[in-house]
């Protein structure tokens, strides 16, 4: 997979003018950016990587990530360990890290959380050299996999005056990651619901608005996941 790296938000926020000319930031990338455990390989290794031209300090913080009725939330948890929590990498330098389970493997249901690597600010640069340093920050979801358990998705859309609501709720015992979803209508015209990728997590409900709706009932939905497009029938309702 390929690595995720942070240093296009600060090109981001030059490009809008809401950053200081004279500024810097640490550019630390990691692969792979996501990690699957599995019952027979419950620790999984990332490696870090700084490619900026300044040492940059290190942190890493584990939440436990779950949907209780529908509504994301990340909580501190002990359930993972990930070492080492806090190291320092010089430029060029590259450390695996470790993560892993510290209680039993689910069995029921997939556990899902979030690796936060985030940089601790420091005061390592001189007046001389002014600007601003950001503290950068990413999150990798951390999934436990549970052999046979899938995605089970139930969508739906229905019409609100003058939008369409498009709703998804997964009834399954695992996630599905979703990259774009379109609605299309009975002559093959697709109409952009969203292009941001996401997951659903096991129990997880989803919610999005295509306002105005088109004119053209939509008769399917098509999905964008890991193992493919998937074309999902839809019956809309009167109203």
Do not use: C
Not at 42 to 69: C, F, I, K, M, S
């Amino acid at each position: 997979m390929r690595p995720s790296s942070v240093s296009a938000l600060l090109l981001l926020l030059l490009a809008l003018g809401l950053a200081p000319m004279a500024a810097s930031a640490g550019a630390f990338t990691v692969a792979p950016t996501r990690i699957l455990l599995t019952p027979e390989d419950r620790v999984a290794t990332v490696e870090v990587r700084n490619r900026g031209r300044e040492p940059v300090l290190l942190q890493l913080e584990l939440y436990r990530w779950h949907a209780p009725d529908g509504t994301e939330r990340l909580d501190p948890t002990r359930e993972l360990l990930a070492v080492p929590p806090l190291f320092r990498l010089a430029p060029g330098e590259a450390r695996m890290i470790r993560v892993g389970l510290r209680t039993a493997y689910p069995t029921e249901r997939e556990g899902s959380w979030r690796l936060m690597v985030s940089e601790v600010p420091e005061a390592t640069h001189s007046p001389e050299r002014g600007g601003v340093r950001f503290a950068l920050r990413l999150s990798l979801p951390v999934f436990a996999r549970v052999p046979g358990a899938q995605a089970d998705v139930l969508w739906s859309v229905r019409r609100d005056g003058q939008r369409l609501v498009i709703e998804a709720q997964n009834r399954g015992r695992a996630h599905l990651r979703h990259f774009r979803i379109a609605l299309e209508d009975a002559s093959g015209r697709t109409y952009p619901v969203s292009d941001e990728a996401g997951y659903l997590l096991p129990g997880e409900r989803a919610r999005w608005v295509l306002e105005p709706a088109p004119a053209a009932a939509p008769r399917a939905l098509v999905v964008e996941t890991a193992k493919g497009a998937r074309r999902v029938p839809l019956a809309l309702p009167n109203g």
